[in-house]
């Protein structure tokens, strides 16, 4: 289909098959409409539609006018469903396959309306625009990133999960009418920014709905979230609600889908086969009370199947927190045949771009020194974790500080979950704050293994006995599936020499 600029300033729409629809500008932004009848004249009075026309190609979203048919809304619909949205009160009615081929868009003056389709808009109803900003990734190359994920069997036997690197994936299995949960789970959860559009992302490959057998995946825990799933009813889209205590999921099946069911009968013609590798998504504004829509890449297009919307009909928050982990899941409850789910990839997304919101706080020993013993053992100088009550917070160091009083060289680790031998680590809760930490050990706790996040030598003569150090990484503080907590240790060990005396300081980004 395209547009075809005249001479004398009118407009040609020649479809694929060579018919030609006239448009002559009229006054305003009035238009008559010449096809294969007579020449409809405008009349005030017959029914208005507004009509937005995009080049798909160019991503360029034309002038829509207000088109006045003489005729019937069917008539009208016929005639543009095939090459536009025309939208009026039953909403969208056709697909967009336009080719602006006029040196300027279709010539309307005066005041007109544009046209949009739901998926140009984010959950705040704001034009999306090409930056986004990622708060996570995870795709799975060569492993299945176990810095970022708890892949745990939490309930029952028989569950495995495989990585295989030539899918880039990570399957789950459950066994043949075995009880049994297995679930793969970010450590991280991500902060929610209240205003901003959060977009999350899944790919996966589901497979032939089983009874028995319930497969799930989402932004969501125990407690809270978003979530699509598949039982032996079929698929679904869900929430999940904490508010009154107690765990409740809202779920909507296919069939009650009430954007598109994606089962051949709505606007889209689509037919969604879970056996075929998926891109499910869903974009939501939280503030407690926002929408969530849900849906699915199909050939590089968004199609919206479901929406829940929550301001002005429920009289309290949708669910508890947004600040959630990503996770994926499977689990038979006995009574199901051996059933699979493939983990792809995820992402999440803030539309609109993010701001290092928060409150910035620090941790030091004080007049406390940490002496070692004379040997080369690492010693935890500070060490920190998230509150139980605040798993949903997002806690990031952003700099540390190291002080030696002799010119003895040293060596230092920001450590993740060592191994902690000796007497153990006694933390204390920061007031108003979503951490605790022990900033009063001594060398009677040492430290092995765990996760070098940052290490480096330093000396009085090549530091001036002083060490800072800006962390410029993602890591955030998290928890596994179980509510086990991520401890941080900043620890030192000496090269040489006998046992040395150190200082210390950390600071952190609090977001709750």
């Known amino acids: 289909m395209k547009f075809v600029k005249l001479e004398n300033g009118n407009v040609d ?16 932004v009035r238009v008559q409409i010449v096809g294969s009848s007579a020449i409809q004249i405008l009349q005030d009075g017959y029914p208005v539609f507004g009509v937005a026309a995009v080049d798909v190609a160019a991503t360029q979203v034309l002038p829509a006018a207000e088109i006045v048919f003489v005729g019937s809304n069917t008539d009208l619909a016929a005639l543009l469903s095939e090459f536009f949205f025309v939208v009026d009160s039953g909403g969208i009615v056709g697909p967009i396959d336009v080719n602006v081929v006029s040196p300027n868009p279709l010539p309307v003056s005066g005041s007109f309306a544009f046209t949009y389709p739901a998926s140009s808009l984010d959950a705040f109803a704001r034009q999306r625009v090409s930056n986004p900003t990622t708060v996570f990734d995870s795709k799975q190359i060569s492993d299945n990133l176990p810095d970022f994920w708890d892949d745990s069997q939490v309930s029952g036997s028989g569950t495995t999960s495989t990585h295989f690197p030539n899918r880039a994936s990570s399957i789950m299995l459950v066994a043949n009418l075995t009880a049994g949960r297995r679930v793969r789970q970010t450590f991280r959860r991500f902060n929610y920014q209240p205003g901003k559009s959060q977009l999350c992302i899944f790919t996966f490959v ?7 057998v319930t497969r799930r995946c989402g932004l969501y825990d125990d407690n809270n979230g978003i979530f699509l799933q598949q039982t032996g009813a079929g698929m679904a889209v869900g929430v999940r609600s904490f508010v009154t205590g107690v765990a409740v999921n809202n779920t909507v099946l296919q069939a009650a889908w009430n954007i598109d069911k994606l089962d051949g009968t709505g606007a889209s013609g689509i037919t969604l086969d879970p056996t075929q590798s998926q891109i499910f998504f869903f974009d939501f504004e939280w503030l407690g009370v926002g929408s969530v829509r849900c849906g699915f890449f199909i050939g590089g297009v968004p199609y919206y199947c479901h929406r829940f919307d929550n ?11 947004p600040n959630l982990p990503l996770r994926y899941e499977i689990e038979n409850d006995g009574t199901g045949a051996d059933a699979s789910f493939e983990h792809i990839c995820s992402t999440v997304i803030s539309e609109g771009g993010a701001q290092n919101t928060g409150l910035t706080r620090g941790l030091d020993r004080g007049t406390t020194s940490f002496v070692t013993g004379n040997d080369n053992n690492f010693y935890p100088l500070i060490a920190l974790r998230l509150k139980s009550n605040y798993l949903s917070s997002s806690v990031k160091p952003i700099d540390f500080s190291i002080i030696c009083t002799s010119s003895s060289p040293y060596l230092w680790q920001l450590l993740l979950n060592p191994t902690v031998s000796g007497t153990a680590l006694s933390f204390t809760g920061i007031t108003n704050d979503s951490i605790e930490a022990d900033v009063s050990t001594t060398n009677a706790t040492t430290l092995t293994g765990g996760t ?11 530091q001036g006995g002083n060490t800072e150090v800006r962390i410029s990484d993602d890591f955030f503080l998290g928890s596994d599936i179980a509510g086990n907590r991520d401890v941080l240790v900043l620890a030192v060990s000496r090269l040489v020499g006998a046992a040395e005396t150190f200082y210390a300081s950390l600071n952190y980004i609090d977001q709750k």
């Open 13 to 28: 729409l020649t479809d694929n098959s060579g018919n030609v629809f006239q448009f002559i500008q009229d006054i305003g």
């Open 206 to 212: 589901m497979g032939t709905a089983i009874s028995g």
């Open 452 to 462: 070098v996040l940052r290490s480096g030598v330093a000396s009085q003569g090549n």
């Open 311 to 321: 301001a002005n009909l429920n009289n309290s928050v949708y669910m508890s927190t």
